[in-house]
């Protein structure tokens, strides 16, 4: 594998350059290094921060974009890969989903400039509706996959996939997780170097998947995964470690350090590439010891993979299929196989957490809109994003949620299906709305779909921490650009009942959503306030409450703010409330709701 390092002169000497980063931020520096020209990505938790480091280099070396939706994302890829140059698209794990149309044509046609997808999984599932494996992905698409073990790794394998993808004409995923992509440690970085730029190919037999083009291409593809397994027996690649004969371990990623700590005397056959296989390197490790595990994280890919080359190795009785290992279930895996004494458990604390459930912001403006869902007594169909959180208490006023954009087909379903009598209604946020929302509004609108739609707008991208979108006027690197006009949108999608209200103004919202639903028809309702934490924390004068009028009615709970707190002072039989000012933004929504008038703005 490639190791040249940038230097720095030091009394004369070239020293290398180490610093703290992230596994996201390695990944950056790798395309970087490696001359990457254009880079773009819809923002995923575990996966953002790649493109906002990528925004940080300078706009003369390379390009560097928000796109829509991931599709969108790895079509600019492509294109700039058609055009010559090296080309990166970065996505969560579900986002892949999204892009997999474009990359199962895309693994016929290859590349011209080598094509980067960086693929962040989350097992545990942290921030994600699901736990998918990347892994399964690029062996439906005969697509290679790296899996770095840690951010030094990281940059090493993004650096050297750019070489894989021109080398062997295909795209290259490299998958990271969430505990690679959020764990900093120290990282030698290197010198960008740029690649050569090859001009668009003229190669219409190559570069339009028509289907006599593709019946061509598919052997050559088949090939070319033969030809990266034999490539991937590189000992810089699958590294060899021999010490006991009697324990082999076969992993790859992250697992790869928990073994090393729970395990230090095992032999251990590391592969840098979990698909394709080096199947001989692996045959070999297998013969010299007597028993050989499988440690990787979510599905048995690798493990099936091997067995199905009938080799012998354990791996899934032993280790979860669920969820992110960690050194605790790696040792509790080889205890469970009698290699590993059980270890004495230390003394058990019984210790309760207090509860805390999760909650919108102090003063979210989606807050207002789930109320007023939630006394229309509509069904609602959610989607993706912080308003999620109003599936539970106090809010709960969503049915369901499936993924980005589904909300408005949903309640399309709904209401075709029949037979509902309440209201049927979709919730979608501004970013998801211009990610995935706008086929299924034009679809509701094609098809007379009798559902109100309520866009969500805070003016960001907010659950992934405040990236801006077509919606919000400026790009990744804040450059001034056009904004989508949302109620110009909807209008042009053809929906006749558009009103545009206040997030903060609870009186209007609640007529608007009550005269919305009265309509026949596709009726919209968009919700217009800025996140008050993204860009900036929004914090007017703080309120408080007036003791001695709170009649303990427990209106201003519901809003489930956590501002709003119980006192140990009673009024006939309930806790009185009380606001904490140091959390508190002033955005009055409990003083609109409180009926005894009691909520004010702060004397102090």
């Not at 894989?164 to 290197?190: K, N, Q, Y």
């Not at 921490?465 to 919606?471: C, L, M, R, T």
């Not at 009942?497 to 009550?514: E, F, P, S």
């Not at 709970?557 to 002072?569: D, F, H, I, K």
């Amino acid at each position: 594998m490639d190791q040249v390092l940038n230097s720095s002169e030091t009394a004369g000497h070239p020293q290398p350059t180490v610093r703290p980063l992230t596994g996201n931020e390695a990944i950056a520096q790798g395309a970087y290094e490696a001359g990457v020209k254009v880079a773009a990505a819809y923002p995923g938790t575990p996966s953002t921060e790649i493109l906002e480091t990528l925004s940080t280099y300078p706009a003369e070396d390379l390009h560097a974009q928000w796109s829509t939706n991931e599709k969108v994302a790895l079509d600019v890829a492509i294109g700039a890969s058609f055009a010559g140059v090296r080309a990166l698209a970065a996505m969560k794990h579900v986002g892949l989903n999204v892009a997999s149309d474009a990359l199962m044509s895309l693994t016929y046609i290859g590349v011209n400039g080598g094509l980067v997808i960086v693929v962040c999984d989350d097992p545990g599932i942290h921030s994600s509706q699901n736990e998918q494996d990347t892994r399964l992905f690029c062996r439906l698409a005969l697509v290679p996959c790296l899996e770095p073990s840690d951010a030094q790794e990281a940059l090493e394998y993004t650096r050297l996939a750019f070489d894989i993808s021109e080398r062997f004409d295909a795209p290259v995923i490299v998958r990271s997780t969430t505990r690679l992509s959020h764990t900093r440690s120290l990282v030698t970085i290197g010198a960008r170097r740029e690649a050569v730029r090859r001009g668009f190919a003229e190669n219409p037999n190559k570069n339009v998947m028509i289907p006599s083009n593709a019946r061509v291409r598919h052997p050559q593809i088949i090939q070319r995964e033969a030809d990266l397994a034999a490539y991937f027996a590189d000992p810089d690649i699958t590294s060899r470690e021999d010490n006991d004969p009697a324990i082999g371990v076969i992993t790859a990623g992250t697992p790869y350090t928990y073994v090393k700590e729970v395990l230090p005397g095992a032999s251990v056959l590391k592969l840098g590439a979990s698909y394709p296989l080096p199947m001989d390197v692996i045959a070999d490790f297998c013969r010299d010891h007597e028993r050989v595990f499988v440690v990787e994280e979510l599905e048995p890919a690798i493990e099936k993979d091997i067995k199905a080359a009938g080799l012998q190795v354990e791996g899934k009785s032993f280790f979860p299929r669920t969820g992110e290992l960690s050194p605790e279930l790696v040792r509790a895996g080889f205890e469970k196989a009698g290699i590993l004494e059980p270890k004495e458990q230390a003394e058990q604390w019984a210790v309760t957490p207090p509860a805390r459930p999760p909650v919108l912001c102090s003063g979210c403006p989606h807050t207002t809109s789930y109320m007023a869902l939630r006394a229309l007594n509509g069904r609602v169909a959610g989607d993706i994003g912080c308003y999620t959180l109003a599936a539970i208490e106090p809010l709960r006023s969503i049915d369901t949620c499936v993924s980005m954009g589904s909300s408005i087909a949903n309640a399309v379903g709904m209401a075709k299906a029949g037979g509902e009598t309440r209201p049927i209604l979709a919730t979608i946020g501004d970013s998801t709305f211009m990610h995935a929302g706008i086929p299924p509004l034009i679809d509701a609108v094609y098809n007379d779909a009798n559902i109100t739609v309520v866009i969500l707008d805070n003016h960001i991208t907010a659950m992934t921490g405040g990236q801006d979108h077509p919606g919000t006027g400026k790009t990744l690197r804040g450059d001034q650009t056009h904004r989508v006009d949302f109620e110009q949108m909807v209008r042009a999608c053809g929906v006749k009942w558009v009103r545009k209200i206040d997030g903060y103004d609870v009186a209007g919202m609640y007529q608007a959503l009550r005269e919305a639903a009265a309509y026949r028809g596709v009726a919209v309702v968009i919700s217009d306030r800025p996140c008050v934490l993204d860009p900036i924390k929004i914090k007017g004068p703080p309120l408080e409450v007036r003791a001695e009028g709170c009649t303990a009615c427990q209106m201003c709970m519901n809003l489930g703010c956590p501002s709003l707190v119980w006192t140990n002072e009673m009024y006939d039989g309930h806790h009185k409330v009380k606001i904490n000012q140091a959390m508190c933004i002033g955005c009055t929504l409990c003083a609109q709701i409180c009926p005894s008038d009691c909520i004010q703005p702060s004397m102090q």
